[in-house]
């Protein structure tokens, strides 16, 4: 017969351990929620206080001058040193990048950016990549192929063209025209919509021919972006818009010596 001592041990009760809020191991309920809370990516600042100032003084230190070329009485700049190094070159299109972003705001793009034949092209479709543009190209006559607008304008030799491609800038688009060095005077330019030509007020040289052809597509022309401006010969001022230059030289006239 079974005694007191041979009775089975009575269970011993299970301890309970505290129960942790839930909020710390629970998994968000909205898919979205994590996403919302923690942004894929931190946008960097368009532009700096200090940043554009040290660049401006370091591109303009490697600009070169040549007196008497091609003419005499001409000190010739030399932008082409931006280009040959390619710590240039990338200084170079982040500066126009920040200069561009704080003239017209650091939310502001342009759709469309226009480069002048030839140096327009050297720094033009970086720059519109750089905005998230697109880029066209205004070139000399007969090198564009397909409908065009053809702007013809007056140098110091005669006359010469521009045209662009009739497709290339949409009615309302936001554009901005750039070139290298502004530099030129008032000028009488015509413009001719396919065959039929129109006699326009004299407005300028080739940026403004350039802008005239924005304007005939039906674009909005924003501004004129230069990388240097030779400040005695006074050529934004026959510009029928903003004007932005990077760099400027020869404030009193061609009297540095290289």
């Known amino acids: 017969m079974p005694t007191s001592s041979d009775a089975p041990p009575s269970p011993t009760p299970p ?3 505290p129960q942790l809020p839930l909020t710390l191991t629970e998994e968000p309920t909205n898919p979205n929620a994590q996403s919302a809370q923690v ?3 931190t946008p960097t600042s368009p532009s700096s206080t200090s940043e554009l100032p040290s660049l401006t003084v370091k591109l303009l230190e490697s600009v070169r001058q040549f007196p008497d070329f ?3 009485g001409i000190l010739f700049e030399d932008i082409l040193p931006l280009f040959a190094d390619a710590q240039l070159h990338q200084d170079l299109i982040r500066a126009l990048e920040l200069h561009v972003k704080e003239s017209f705001g650091g939310d502001w793009k342009p759709d469309v950016v226009v480069g002048l034949e030839a140096r327009g092209f050297l720094f033009g479709p970086s720059l ?3 905005l998230g543009a697109g880029f066209v190209p205004v070139r000399k006559k007969g ?3 397909g409908p065009t607008i053809t702007a013809a304008y007056e140098k110091e030799y005669g006359e010469d063209y521009f045209q662009i ?3 290339g800038i949409k009615p309302g688009q936001r554009v901005l025209v750039v070139d290298d060095i502004i530099a030129t005077g008032e000028k009488r330019f015509k413009v001719l919509f396919y065959k039929v030509r129109r006699l326009i007020r004299p407005v300028g040289g ?3 021919a350039a802008g005239s052809l924005v304007k005939q597509l039906g674009g909005e022309l924003t501004g004129y972006v230069f990388m240097l401006e030779l400040d005695f010969l006074k050529g934004r001022e026959k510009l029928d818009a903003p004007v932005y230059t990077l760099l400027s030289s020869q404030k009193d006239g ?3 010596e290289s």
Do not use: G
Request: no cysteine; charged share 25%; glycine share 0%.
């Open 15 to 17: 301890t309970l351990l």
């Open 143 to 145: 090198k564009l192929p």
């Open 165 to 167: 491609q009739s497709d």
């Open 206 to 208: 080739s940026a403004a």
């Open 70 to 72: 091609p003419t005499k």
């Open 254 to 256: 061609p009297s540095k």
């Open 39 to 41: 942004p894929r990516f």
């Open 128 to 130: 519109a990549l750089k």
